[in-house]
């Protein structure tokens, strides 16, 4: 099956650094990734969608300046979170859209825990 | 805009028993998948089941099978033989098929507990 996966599973930082993330999907290409954001007991929020060779698409309230998303190919994108505050500590989650399949077909990543000290 | 409502933040069902999720949603869409995913405590997010709204055969996985009402945007996961491992955070999510992005729309969640 196809699999995504995201490098590191977990990061502590400090505050005023920056810290990327990685998303792979391994086995298949995708154009398509998008990045989630998951605070405990709640639902996944979209924060952007990663198109590869073009700009990231955020959603209404995600600071573009400070989530910087880059899909430089077909099976990798990344997420950088800049000036790391610690309210910037969360789950996140990336997925990504196998374009040789149905166009439904969407796999996730197994998320990165991120913590600002 | 696309919602997708889960009314049940928690639920609970004994071992062997069988529970129902409710989900609605609401789209102006008539071509669409449903899906449930489910979330485990490593928070791997896994495909429980999909659905395809121009198919009115409800959708069955094993243990899994859904309850899907397509006029009244109802779409429920019924859990037969309830096992421990199903002990989890159950999304309901939505796609409109003719959306170039392909993007998905969850609820909020139902964190099932499963007693022995």
């Known amino acids: 099956g196809a699999v995504v996966s995201q490098h590191p599973s977990w990061v502590i930082c400090k505050s005023g650094t920056s810290v990327k993330i990685e998303c792979r999907s391994l086995d298949f290409q995708a154009t398509t990734m998008f990045w989630y954001r998951q605070f405990p007991k709640q639902s996944l929020m979209l924060m952007a969608t990663?198109?590869?060779?073009?700009?990231?698409?955020?959603e209404q309230g995600v600071e573009k300046d400070k989530f910087l998303i880059n899909h430089a190919s077909l099976t990798l994108s990344t997420l950088t979170v800049t000036s790391a505050h610690p309210e910037d500590s969360s789950f996140y989650i990336c997925?990504?859209?196998?374009?040789?399949?149905?166009?439904?077909?969407?796999?996730f990543g197994p998320g990165t825990r991120l913590t600002v000290t | 805009a696309q919602t997708v409502t889960q009314s049940q933040p928690e639920m609970s069902v004994q071992e062997a028993e069988t529970v129902t999720l409710s989900c609605t949603y609401d789209t102006s869409e008539s071509d669409y998948y449903l899906f449930w995913y489910k979330q485990p405590p490593s928070r791997q997010m896994i495909l429980v089941i999909r659905q395809e709204a121009y198919k009115q055969q409800n959708a069955t996985e094993n243990r899994f099978s859904v309850n899907f009402q397509k006029a009244a945007k109802s779409f429920s996961l019924k859990i037969s033989d309830s096992q421990l491992g199903d002990a989890a955070m159950y999304f309901c999510?939505?796609?409109?098929?003719?959306?170039?992005?392909?993007?998905?729309?969850f609820g909020r969640g139902t964190q099932l507990t499963v007693w022995p």
């Open positions: 990663s198109n590869e060779g073009s700009k990231a698409t955020y």
């Open positions: 999510a939505y796609v409109d098929r003719g959306s170039t992005l392909g993007r998905l729309y």
């Open positions: 997925s990504a859209r196998d374009e040789g399949k149905n166009f439904d077909e969407q796999y």
